[in-house]
């Protein structure tokens, strides 16, 4: 009887062992897959955020470009009446 107690106490103390392990194991890979999950979600968010900064910054650019044929186009307009109104004054 003493033998079987001396077998069967370390046999039923590793099985416990080893069953706590596993639960906190399965709790960890829990965990982790939560981590994953919510860093794939916020990678996702940070992702479509950037692409909104990158059509603004295309706007921005586009605009820019706008601005400078327009100033272009005011200053050789400026030009031409500046150029008409000496002509004008000369004449006189």
Partial sequence: MKNLIKFTLPLIL???????????????????DEITNKAEQLDSIVNSELDKVMKLDSLINHEDARLKKLDSLVNKTSSKVDTILNTFRNKK
């Fill in 14 to 32: 590793t099985v416990l062992l080893f069953t706590s392990c596993s639960e906190a194991s399965r709790r960890v890979n829990e965990k982790l």
